[in-house]
């Protein structure tokens, strides 16, 4: 017995199988207690020990993956499938792999093997149809089908597919048949006598189209899906007067929804402008259906786009968006777009009437905050502005543009800075870059802000050259840039940014001409300080320290 024992031990086969073990066991708890670098090690090591050991590969195929390396991890997946080929486990794995490597033909292969395998897992073919339908190979995805209604039986679904799926491969007349076939199962059900028609009419088969129609409109005189394959049919035919008045029918018939109507007039407007058609024509059958005893606002700002899509006098388009707010005020989209009509025409105070109406029925609607303040900003009513800001930034959530919550933050500071509230401008332009890290016109204002305070000028520095480098012939935006170096007393290079803004700006105002007269007295070049000087103060003649530069011949600070 001892004999044995130590032969068992000494054996160094059956020395490495322990060691395995040992080592696989241990990397198992490390990937359980989330150390994903030591169980990686471990199943390398064993990976070694044992060359011929699938799960070793598996596990390692999921290290990978975790890296996101997914070519290493659909290597090792692939070799632990070979080890053992029929481990449904390994197999789906690899499948998802070969997905994750845009490999789709691979991975249709293997979830046929996994069918072979277990045919009772009904759900791989369901994503059998899939891969085959995303490829475009439709023969396959129908062979798919056909299996499904071997194991479950036909269904509406299978059937409407196939049927589908061979008008994709100009296949009619199975099209035909499939369709016939549905019809017959289901004979008392006109949706499928319909899309009987249908099938029939895209295949050329237009004359056994309208049997079927006729049979199902003289049963249900209102069925819409018949309605809307008859006037297809009228208009394969080249009968513009029946196809309209098929028309009329289905935007009139009181059982289509506000959802069906919309897609009609949708599709009769795109086909109007392919043909060259009547825009009047459109606008009657608008006309036809705001008639009705209850009108619909979708309906109604449906017609007032169309108007404006097709150019007709402003005042027109107005009222038609106007009409669309009396028969919803909570119309948000019909009110902006009177908003930004107000807007173009430089209509302050018709922008804040709309905007405060829009308040009280739309008040999650940040757009109607931001026009708003804008127009009183334009007006210089800087409370009633800032006010509006911030009633604007409350409404902010996760879905909110960052664009527009940017900008909100970055006016908000330009106003607080105008009220002499520093600290409070400053924070909102931190809120705006955080929103949008390059909002131009945040970051020079923020920037010029700091270094009248002569706070923070490193930072201004960089803030203000992102500005001119993105546009570098601003003159604003290089003025900034030159009266940041200017403060920190590198007036060679202020001087360089400062010529740059002169020349870019056909009109320089007194700020510009009096940062460029103390960079240039800075410089040593009194002459040109001066020119510059005087120029700044014709433009501010109450500037008393420009009068002090001018009479000293030097630059002061203020």
Known sequence: MVGLVASAQTDPKLQTYREY?????????????????????????????????????????????????????????????????????????LATSYLDNDQIAEATEVVESLYDIDKSRSELLETLYQLYNHEKDYAKAIEVLDRMELADGPTERTALTKCRLYIELNEAENAVNEAKRLTEHFPNDLRYRTLYANTLLVTEHEEEARTVLDQVLSEEPGNLSAQQVMRNYYIRRGDEEAADSVNH?????????????????????????????????????????????????????????????????????????????????????????????????????????????????NPEEMAFYYYQGMAYYRQEDTDHALEAFRNGISVINDESIPEIVSDFYAVMGDLLHQKGHEAEAFAA???????????????????????????????????????????????????????ILFMQERYAEARIYIDQALQNDSVPGAVINEHAGDIYAQCGDTEKALLQWGKALVEDPQ??????????KKYFRK
């Open 429 to 483: 332009y931190d809120s705006c870059l955080v929103w949008k890290s390059d909002n131009i016109g945040c970051l020079n204002n923020y920037a010029y802000y700091l270094s009248l305070q002569n706070k923070r000028l490193d930072e201004a520095e960089q803030m203000s050259y992102r500005t001119v480098k993105a546009e570098p012939e601003n003159a604003t935006y290089l003025d900034t840039y030159a009266w």
């Open 249 to 361: 029918a289905i935007l009139l018939n009181p059982e289509a929804s506000i959802e069906d109507k919309v897609n009609q007039m949708r599709q009769i407007i795109i086909e109007t402008a392919q043909n060259d058609g009547d825009s009047t024509i459109v606008l009657n059958l608008f006309d036809e259906m705001l008639n009705q005893p209850v009108p619909n606002a979708d309906l109604a700002e449906m017609k007032a786009a169309y108007m404006q899509l097709i150019n007709m006098p402003r005042d027109s388009v107005t009222k038609a968006f106007e009409y669309v707010l009396q028969l919803a005020p909570d119309q948000a989209s019909a009110r902006l777009r009177l908003v930004q009509q107000a807007w173009e025409d430089n209509d302050d105070q018709r922008i804040i009437s709309l905007c405060q109406a829009a308040r009280q029925y």
């Open 21 to 93: 073990d040992v080592l696989f066991h241990e990397a198992m708890l490390q990937m359980q207690k989330g150390n994903e670098d030591a169980a990686f090690d471990l199943l390398t090591r064993c990976q070694q020990l044992r060359p011929d050991a699938s799960e070793a590969y598996f596990f390692l195929g999921q290290s990978y993956a975790k890296m996101n390396n997914a070519k290493q991890a659909l290597t090792y997946y692939q070799k632990a499938q070979e080890l053992e080929p029929r481990n449904t486990t390994y197999l789906e794995r």
């Open 543 to 552: 500037n008393k320290m420009l009068r002090r530069k001018i009479k000293h």
